[in-house]
């Protein structure tokens, strides 16, 4: 088993839509935990930390669920600019260690 | 904005030459992380350090690959000899102490023919 694994999708949806995606992680002692976003041929970049009490940055908001051990993105109001792959990271320390990647998950937001 | 710059871009070699790939963490960041990326595997950590140590390069096929970091400011990834299954894109990656996310570089395109 992967220790963070994620629906690869992809997800197709409607200009407006909402859509959410989940990560489960298998390391219960994991401390913080990154949502990245990844365009075509393009480098990772980080799009929100997720925090126990959950966090909202404009359209998108993240949630984190000790208790079962996984992590979710949801967007909210879907743009053509928000299609791309999504990939959910694990830290297993609050200082900057080795990160577990998920595979990621494809999102194609259609007119 | 602060950038992590990696060189080259691209790079094209034949089969057993040997390939170096540059990066320039931001300045400040102590921690340096290596990551290749292909379409079957996703993205697979190869070394990081910290402070310019290596801390765990465990993802690295040691007997062709090595990382070295010879100051703050320059981190070094070496293929030798270089084989087709070697073709990725190798990105790499800086952080502070604390944990607020990576930034990573724009990467570097590694094709072996």
């Known amino acids: 088993r992967k220790e963070v694994e994620q629906d690869p999708g992809p997800f197709n949806v409607p200009e407006g839509a909402t859509v959410a995606f989940n990560c489960t992680y298998s390391?219960?002692?994991?401390?913080?935990f990154f949502w990245y976003r990844q365009d075509c041929r393009k480098e990772p970049k980080l799009l929100m930390s997720v925090y126990s009490s959950g966090n909202e940055d404009g359209r998108f908001t993240a949630q984190l669920n000790r208790a079962s051990q996984y992590i979710s993105l949801l967007i909210r109001d879907s743009k053509l600019s928000d299609s791309a792959t999504y990939l959910c990271?694990?830290?297993?320390?609050?200082?900057?260690?080795?990160?577990?990647f998920g595979d990621g998950t494809t999102l194609t937001v259609k007119p | 904005d602060a950038r992590v710059t990696q060189t080259p871009r691209h790079k094209v070699t034949e089969m057993g030459q040997e390939v170096t790939m540059r990066c320039q963490p931001i300045l400040g960041h102590n921690t340096v992380f290596w990551y290749r990326q292909t379409m079957m595997q996703g993205l697979e950590l190869l070394a990081y350090f910290r402070n310019r140590a290596p801390l765990d390069d465990s993802g690295m096929p040691k007997d062709r690959f090595s990382a070295e970091m010879p100051d703050a400011t320059l981190a070094t990834l070496k293929i030798q000899p270089s084989e087709p299954r070697d073709s990725a894109v190798y990105f790499c990656a800086s952080g502070p102490r604390t944990v607020s996310g990576y930034t990573f570089g724009s990467g570097t395109r590694l094709t072996v023919v």
């Open positions: 390391n219960s002692a994991s401390q913080s």
């Open positions: 990271v694990v830290n297993p320390t609050t200082n900057a260690g080795k990160s577990t």
